[in-house]
T-cell receptor, first 113, second 112 residues
Framework: DTAVSQTPKYLVTQMGNDKSIKCEQN?????MYWYKQDSKKFLKIMFSYNNKELIINETVPNRFSPKSPDKAHLNLHINSLELGDSAVYFC????????????FGPGTRLTVL | GQQLNQSPQSMFIQEGEDVSMNCTSSSIFNTWLWYKQDPGEGPVLLIA?????ELTSNGRLTAQFGITRKDSFLNISASIPSDVGIYFCAGQLFGANSKLTFGKGITLSVRP
């Protein structure tokens, strides 16, 4: 009965490759997010989708392209991976009410060699 | 942009002690949240605060939404070893496009 799930949990790849991370939520939430957590544990929002529509794009390089096939899924595709992309990527979701809070997935640890 | 300040970066306490963590902001928020992150896991919501001055408890945890809407504190009483982790404060404004702004987190260690 996992609420927000991500795959894969770990991803190790070579510089220059293209990779995708998948996220699914079974909470019936309308809004989903991608966050990046760097080596210093700082959490920074990257994207947000509401009902499959992009609503937040925080000056992320265009090598990162989120895709939301439906309300329950938000995938993150990364082209031409760079060393600095190594981080833990968290997906989160939230219902639409102003007081609703975000629930996070377990994270995907991406290591670019 | 908005920034949340949490310090110190790390705290070390003895099991059974109380600990308090502050979070301050350069601008106001409508909602203050406290999350805990265990190693290898995503942040988990501990307490959410929605009104200035609000004081909310969740077991051994107590948090308050500052009157100025620019700060919040989290208090953990009678700490236990499983309280170890990273504690993040986060602020949020109202609206469908709202996003969470996180502090840098405080790593708490509890000595048995």
């Amino acid at each position: 009965d996992t609420a927000v799930s991500q795959t894969p949990k770990y991803l190790v790849t070579q510089m220059g490759n293209d990779k995708s991370i998948k996220c699914e939520q079974n909470l019936g939430h309308d809004t989903m997010y991608w966050y990046k957590q760097d080596s210093k544990k700082f959490l920074k929002i990257m994207f947000s989708y509401n009902n499959k529509e992009l609503i937040i794009n925080e000056t992320v390089p265009n090598r990162f392209s989120p895709k939301s096939p439906d309300k329950a899924h938000l995938n993150l595709h990364i082209n031409s991976l760079e060393l600095g992309d190594s981080a833990v990527y968290f997906c989160a979701s939230r219902a639409s009410g102003s007081t609703d809070t975000q629930y996070f997935g377990p994270g995907t640890r991406l290591t670019v060699l | 942009g908005q920034q949340l300040n949490q310090s110190p970066q790390s705290m070390f306490i003895q099991e059974g002690e109380d600990v308090s963590m502050n979070c301050t902001s350069s601008s106001i928020f409508n909602t203050w949240l406290w999350y805990k992150q265990d190693p290898g896991e995503g942040p988990v919501l501990l307490i959410a605060l929605y009104k200035a001055g609000e004081l909310t408890s969740n077991g051994r945890l107590t948090a308050q939404f500052g009157i100025t809407r620019k700060d919040s504190f989290l208090n953990i009483s009678a700490s236990i070893p499983s309280d170890v982790g990273i504690y993040f404060c986060a602020g949020q404004l109202f609206g469908a496009n709202s996003k969470l702004t996180f502090g840098k987190g405080i790593t708490l260690s509890v000595r048995p």
